[in-house]
């Protein structure tokens, strides 16, 4: 029997909530299917930064290469640590060191769910890249503290880096509806946007059977609530992907529907998945997150580990419990109802 190894990361706030959620449907659906999943849990969080002075221990990058996976829940607890200190302490390094360039977050509306738009025909998957761009953290501050001070953060845009991303974006668009929509602001940004739309250019010759348009992130943000049934697949880079993203979500009914996988494409190190909100420190403890953003984003790491028929019990458990009305509004059923509901779907 295939044995699986995967780091269980639940992190801050409602993260144990739904990474506990989704490592019950993981096991279920394990069993039925006839594999094994082994899970070990790092505290790696806000809280074991507290105690230590480190989001993860000096060999965190170290000790997770021996697993399969990793599933990480939700990371941040701005009242006691900034964003930008848990941020680039746990799930930057992972997504860098890793080589998880391809960041797929899909956008689709579950049965039974209703959205904010007039529009309910829309699946879009969007690809974000994850390892550079405005997120490479290249940049200073000097004069701190005086009316002198200065600021800057720069964006690395690699051909490497780009070249890879999109060819992922093509591929993936080759594979579903054959239409790829690529966001730059090549109009304001005139050196590392242009260089992003020549590169979706050249790579556009490659890959004529797939219809290529480029759009300012701008338009896109007003297409994704006007049109978005006019998308199929859309690749942006690191900060563009993660605003539209969160549009994304909300256009799927709340962002405790949108899941996402940080994938290593070479499989040259473990991917990992999560869902795309983050600790929600409001309702932390409350019992009320939504889990299926993370049980969603545990069968894409099924479907990346090869278990296909696995994930896909797990999407059509999701669907026959929000056709049934159950996790479709936000707050109304509770974190363990809905899991449980999903369970008896399995
Ligand atoms: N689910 C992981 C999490 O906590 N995400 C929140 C977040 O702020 N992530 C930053 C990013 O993806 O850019």
Redesign the pocket.
Known sequence: MTTYRIALIP??GI?PDVTAAAWSVLEKVADKTGFTLEGEEFPWSCAFYKETGTMMPADGIETLCGFDAIL?????WPAEVP?SVS?HGL??PIRKSFVQYA?IRPHRLLPGVKGPLRSDGFDILCIRENTEGE?SGAGGRVHQGTADEVAVETSIFTRTGVERILRFAFEQARARRGKLASVTKSNAQKYSMVFWDEITRKLAGEYADVEVTSYHIDAMAARMVMAPESLDVVVAS?LFG?ILTDLGAAIQGGLGFAA?ANINPDRSAPSMF??????APDIAHLGIANPIAAIWSGAMMLEHLGEKAAAGAIIAAIERTTADGIGTVPGKDRTEAITAAILAQL
């Open positions: 992190g801050d993260g990480l829940g939700a990371v941040g964003d941020l799930l930057l960041n997120y690191n993660d996402s999560e869902p795309v909100h983050g600790s």
